[in-house]
């Protein structure tokens, strides 16, 4: 496994290489890291992500992502790596490795998530389950979400460690407010906030609400 990862990070570096013209770079400040209904440290958060697309095929699009999560106060950290495979009307399919600490290339350190996102009828559904891990091995979330306006509503259910009991329920309910790009009448008093967005999510397992504000560029 050691060697797998060593070749695969060389692979990646070559693939960044020859597509870097292509890539996206996107930031992220959140006063809070909110993780499928539960919260991961209290912190204020830096989240930058990188997304290489590298390939076109008779489904779609193949790209490559790094993302992490880096805490203003404390040393909790987060990397994750995702290969993304577009499907064409079907859905997207996409494989997750997540990284916490110790030595990058032993495999105990990674979780693998397999994921899946479709629309049907207007409605976004995934389903993502973890399939090698020593810790959260088998864990499951499914959510169901709905644009309305500037609204995104979601609801989810977990298993494992997204609930208290272990058992399906339901763990990530609420809103995300997307704040609007700035109309031409109204640039001078709304454009600072392009970018802006806030979520307001509670969690029936734990019976905790939380209010989230995040800015990206």
């Given amino acids: 496994m050691r060697n797998f990862i060593i070749t695969s990070f060389a692979i990646i570096t070559t693939i960044f290489s020859s597509y870097a013209s292509a890539a996206d770079v996107d930031v992220k400040v959140s006063n809070r890291y909110m993780f499928r209904g539960n919260p991961v440290g209290e912190a204020v958060g830096i989240q930058p992500s990188l997304t290489i697309p590298f390939a076109e095929n008779n489904l779609g699009e193949t790209s490559f992502n790094i993302w992490g999560h880096l805490p203003v106060i404390g040393s909790f950290s987060e990397i994750d790596l995702t290969l ?117 999510i509670y969690n029936p397992s734990t019976e905790t609400p939380y209010f989230i504000v995040s800015k990206s560029w």
């Avoid at 105990?108 to 020593?134: P, Q, W």
């Avoid at 995300?176 to 970018?195: C, D, F, L, V």
Wanted: aromatic share 14%; glycine share 14%.
């Fill in 84 to 200: 993304t495979q577009e499907l064409g009307a079907v859905g997207v399919l996409n494989v997750t490795t997540q990284y916490y600490d110790g030595s990058f290339t032993e495999a105990d350190n990674h979780d693998i998530e397999v994921g899946f996102a479709t629309n049907f009828g207007g409605v976004d559904v995934s389903l993502n389950r973890v399939v090698l891990s020593d810790t959260i091995n088998g864990d499951t979330y499914v959510e169901l979400g709905y644009g309305f306006g500037d609204y995104d509503l979601f609801v989810g259910v977990g298993d494992g460690t997204y609930s208290e009991s272990g058992d399906f329920e339901a763990v990530n309910v609420g809103f995300t407010y997307n704040i609007p790009e700035p109309t031409k009448r109204g640039r001078r008093a709304a454009s600072w906030m392009k970018g802006y967005e806030t979520s307001f």
